[in-house]
């Protein structure tokens, strides 16, 4: 059970750890959310308190990544990358983002995630991303709303 201060108010959640993350100077929490079976990130710098949560049913790894597998959001961006791109992707991806490797040698790969184009920092940070990554990719599906944020950012260099 994990305690966060939250703007004014203090919340607490039953989690399952996943993963301990830092990413740009900041510590995150990866957790599944025992009460609403879906994953969540908790900044570590709200949080205010940690104590042992007893349930019913004891909870294991696989059985959450399973509920995760099926809870999965849509995948609308999918990538191919060569080494180029996989080289860069070593050096920053968000942390949401994984790929697997298509050939025996690691010298392509596939990425699949859901990118949120509600989110204007997401847009934004996923397109400063793909740009990052350079030239060394093919866009197999990309939401309409990344492609105008490429378009636009491509165009500040246009005479």
Known sequence: MITLKEEAEIKSYPIYL??????????IIEGFDVKEEKKKMFPVDYL????????????????????????NEAINLVLELGPKAIAQFKKYHPLK???????PYQSTAILKTFIN???LDELTEITNWLL?????IKMKAVP?????GLKERLCLYCP
């Open 18 to 27: 996943l993963h301990l993350y830092q990413e740009k100077s900041h510590w």
């Open 117 to 119: 184009v509600n989110n």
């Open 48 to 71: 205010i308190n940690v104590e042992p949560y007893m349930t019913k049913k004891r909870l294991n790894k696989k059985k959450i990544l399973e509920k995760l597998s099926k809870k």
């Open 97 to 103: 983002v994984s790929i697997s490797y298509t050939n």
């Open 144 to 148: 309409e709303e990344v492609l105008k």
């Open 132 to 136: 990052f990554l350079g030239k060394d």
